[in-house]
C-alpha cells in the first residue's frame, strides 16, 4: 500500500496565515471596511471623551470649588411645631456669648451672630429737614450683629468705623448704616457724628458700610451692636449664627457647633454645612458617566450591530469562497475562524481610532477651558481590547453560518 | 502491485426527500493511477454527485470508497478535509478564483490548509503557472485575465499542491472552443506528467482527450472503450 490511513495531513492553518488572510480580505474592500468600523468608532470614542471629561471635570470641581461657600457654616434655630401649630419661639436657645463659643473652636476662623429687629412700624429719619415735597421718612430694616459679623460679611466701610464688643456692653446707642441706607437717609460722612432716629429713639452713626461679600441686606440697613438693640428695641432671641471655617474644616466644626451652643438638646438647632467637595465630585462623575455612557454603549450597541450586519453580508457574498476555501482542505473551523478574525480586527481597529478620537476630544474640551485633562491609563489601553471583544462577538453568529455551509452547495451557489 | 487511487465498491448516494432521488446506484469503479478518464453523461444523471463523492465533499449513502487504499468511510470529518486538501485538486466550471488576490496568491491558496511550508510556497505556485504557461501572468488579478487563462489559473491552483487526482467539473463549460483548446492541452500534458484525471463533461469533444470514458445515466455507471486513446 502506498498510502497508509496514518499519512492523512489532518486539516490545519497556521495563526500567521489566518491573520493574513483576513487582512487581505479586509483590505480588499477598503471603503467597506472603514464605514463598517464607523459605529465602532463612534461608541468606544463616546465612552472614552465621557470618562476622560467627567474625570477632568470632576477633577477641576475640587479645584475650583468656591472657598467662600465651602467654609461657611450656619446654625439657626429650629422651628418648632407643637400639637397646636408653631410655638411661640419665646425661648431663646441660641446664647448671647455664641460669636465667643464659636470662636473657642479649633478651625473656627471668624465667627458672628445675626438678628433681624422688629421696628414695630417705627420709621427712621435723619435730622429733620422742613421739605413738604421730599420723603423724610423710611422704613428701613433693622438687624443687630456682634461685632465678628462684619468679618463675616466681608463689610468694607466707606467712613467711621464698626461698633466693637464695648459699644455693645454698653448699650450705647449707635449704628452702622449701609450705603443704600445712607443714601435714603442723606448721610454721606459720619466725621460730624450725624444722628438718625427710629421712631423716638435716636441713635449715633459711626460708619457707612460701602461693600459686602455677603449678606447684601446690611447694605439697606440700619446696623445695630446686639447690646443696643436688645436694651432700646427689646430683642430677645437671635436668629442665626455665622461661622467661617478654615478649609476643610467645615464638616467637623458642622458636627459640633450645636453641642457647644446648646449642650443640652443640640439637636433642636438646625447646622447648615456645605455640601463635601468629594461628595460633590463624586455626584459630578457620575451624574456624567451615567447619562454618556448610556449613550456610548448604545453607538457601541449600533456598532455591533453593524459589523454583524456586514460580516453577514460579506458571508453571503462569498459563499464561493468559502466553497472553494472548503474544497482545498480548509475545516469547518478554518473558515468560522477567518471570519471571525475579520470582525475581530474590525472592531480593534474601530476602538484603536475611536480611543484615540476619544483622547482628542478630551484634550479639545480641556484645552477650550483651560482645564487639565485627565484620563485614566486603562481606558485608552482597554478601548482597544473592547473593541475586539464587541468585533468578536458580532462575528459570532455570521462566521458559525459560514463554517456551517455545505462545500458542494457552497460551490454551486456562488462565483 | 500498486493500489487504485480510486476504487467504489457498490457506492450509493441517495437525496432524502418526498421523492428521493438516486443520484448513484451501485456504482463499481476503479482508476488507476495516471488514468485520464471523462464522465459523460446527460445533466441529472449523477455525473456531479460522482465527482464530489470522489473529491470527499460529499459521502455515499451505502458502499464503500478507498482512496489510495485508504477507506475514506472509516475516518471522520477533520481527516477527509484533511485528505481533501492534501490528494484531491479541483477545477470547477466557474473558475472560483478571489476576486482581490493576485494569481499567484490563488495559486498559493491552495497550499494554506495542508502545511505545506511556508517559504515554499511561492516557488510551487510559480513553478504550476510556469507548468500551465501563465509564467507572464503571474502578479495580476484574475479579473485581468481571459476565460481559458483563468481555468488555467484554476488548474495551476489544483496541481500546485501535488495531488494524487484531479477533478474537473465541465472545466470548458464557460469557454469557447479556441480557449477551450488551451485548457485541454494543459490535461494532456499532466497525463503525460502522469496525473490521474478525472473529466466530467458533456461535450464529445473534450470527453475524445480521455483514454477512457464512462457513462453515467440514472446513476448507473457503464465503461466503454470506444474514444481515441487506448487502455
Do not use: C
Request: charged content about 20%; proline content about 5%.
Amino acid at each position: 500500500m502506498m498510502n497508509s490511513p496514518a499519512s492523512i495531513v489532518r486539516p490545519h492553518l497556521a495563526f500567521r496565515d489566518l491573520v493574513a488572510e483576513s487582512v487581505t480580505s479586509l483590505l480588499a474592500r477598503p471603503g467597506r471596511s472603514l464605514l463598517t468600523i464607523l459605529g465602532t468608532v463612534l461608541g468606544i470614542g463616546a465612552i472614552v471623551a465621557t470618562l476622560g471629561i467627567s474625570k477632568t471635570a470632576g477633577n477641576q470641581i475640587v479645584t475650583r470649588f468656591d472657598a467662600l461657600a465651602a467654609t461657611s457654616v450656619t446654625v439657626t434655630q429650629r422651628n418648632e411645631f407643637g400639637f397646636f401649630g408653631p410655638s411661640q419661639q419665646t425661648v431663646n436657645l441660641i446664647p448671647w456669648d455664641a460669636e465667643d463659643r464659636m470662636k473657642r473652636l479649633n478651625g473656627v476662623v471668624a465667627a458672628g451672630i445675626k438678628s433681624n429687629v422688629s421696628a414695630d412700624g417705627r420709621l427712621t429719619r435723619s435730622v429733620p429737614i422742613n421739605d413738604p415735597l421730599a420723603q423724610t421718612e423710611f422704613a428701613i430694616n433693622l438687624i443687630a450683629v456682634s461685632p465678628g459679623f462684619f468679618d463675616i460679611a466681608q463689610a468694607e466701610l466707606r467712613s467711621g468705623r464698626f461698633f466693637d464688643e464695648g459699644h455693645s456692653s454698653r448699650a450705647d446707642p449707635v449704628a452702622v448704616i449701609g450705603r443704600s441706607a445712607a443714601q435714603r437717609l442723606n448721610i454721606d460722612r459720619v466725621d460730624h457724628q450725624p444722628a438718625i432716629f427710629v421712631g423716638d429713639t435716636t441713635l449715633i452713626v459711626i460708619g457707612i458700610i460701602e461693600e459686602v461679600g455677603r449678606e447684601p441686606s446690611l447694605l439697606d440697613a440700619v446696623v445695630l451692636p446686639n447690646g443696643t438693640a436688645r436694651k432700646l428695641f427689646q430683642l430677645n432671641g437671635i436668629d442665626e449664627v455665622q461661622i467661617r471655617t478654615e478649609i476643610g474644616a467645615a464638616q467637623l466644626i458642622g458636627s459640633q457647633a450645636a453641642t457647644a451652643l446648646y449642650p443640652n438638646e443640640p439637636n433642636r438647632l438646625r447646622v447648615a454645612v456645605p455640601p463635601d467637595p468629594r461628595a460633590v465630585k463624586g455626584a459630578v462623575e457620575e451624574d456624567v458617566n451615567a447619562l454618556f455612557l448610556v449613550l456610548g454603549g448604545v453607538s457601541l450597541l449600533i456598532g455591533a450591530i453593524g459589523i454583524a450586519n456586514v460580516t453577514l453580508v460579506s458571508v453571503l457574498e462569498r459563499v464561493g469562497e468559502i466553497g472553494l476555501r472548503r474544497s482545498v482542505g480548509a475545516a469547518r473551523r478554518h473558515i468560522a475562524s477567518q471570519f471571525l478574525v475579520e470582525s475581530a480586527a474590525m472592531g480593534f481597529i474601530g476602538g484603536i481610532v475611536g480611543a484615540s478620537s476619544g483622547v482628542l476630544v478630551v484634550v479639545a474640551v480641556s484645552a477650550a477651558r483651560t482645564w487639565t485633562p485627565v484620563l485614566d491609563p486603562w481606558i485608552p489601553l482597554g478601548a482597544p481590547a473592547l473593541g475586539m471583544v464587541v468585533g468578536l462577538l458580532a462575528g459570532l453568529y455570521p462566521a458559525l453560518k459560514a463554517s456551517r455551509m455545505e462545500p458542494v452547495e457552497a460551490l454551486r451557489a456562488g462565483l | 502491485m500498486r493500489e487504485p487511487v480510486v476504487r467504489l465498491d457498490r457506492v450509493s448516494r441517495t437525496f432524502e426527500g418526498t421523492t428521493p432521488v438516486h443520484a448513484l446506484r451501485h456504482v463499481d469503479f476503479t482508476l488507476e493511477a495516471g488514468e485520464y478518464v471523462s464522465v459523460v453523461g446527460p445533466s441529472g444523471s449523477g455525473k456531479s454527485t460522482l465527482l464530489h463523492v470522489l473529491g470527499l465533499l460529499d459521502e455515499p449513502t451505502d458502499g464503500l470508497y478507498f482512496l489510495d487504499g485508504i477507506n475514506v468511510s472509516l475516518i471522520d470529518d477533520a481527516e477527509r478535509t484533511g485528505l481533501r486538501g492534501d490528494r484531491i485538486g479541483f477545477v470547477f466550471q466557474d473558475f472560483h478564483l478571489l476576486r482581490h488576490r493576485t494569481v499567484t496568491e490563488n495559486v498559493m491558496a491552495a497550499l494554506l490548509y495542508n502545511r505545506f511550508p511556508r517559504r515554499e510556497r511561492r516557488r510551487a505556485a510559480v513553478e504550476a503557472l510556469e507548468k500551465v504557461d501563465l509564467g507572464h501572468r503571474m502578479d495580476q488579478t484574475p479579473d485581468k485575465l481571459s476565460g481559458g487563462e483563468r481555468q488555467r489559473v484554476a488548474i495551476a491552483r489544483a496541481i500546485v499542491g501535488r495531488p494524487s487526482l484531479l477533478l474537473a467539473d465541465e472545466p470548458t463549460g464557460n469557454l469557447d472552443t479556441g480557449t477551450s483548446e488551451s485548457v485541454l492541452e494543459v490535461f494532456d500534458d499532466l497525463r503525460i506528467d502522469g496525473l490521474t484525471l478525472v473529466v466530467v463533461t458533456h461535450d464529445e469533444t473534450v470527453s475524445s482527450h480521455a483514454a477512457r470514458q464512462v457513462y453515467m445515466v440514472d446513476g448507473l455507471l457503464s465503461e466503454s472503450t470506444i474514444g481515441r486513446g487506448t487502455r
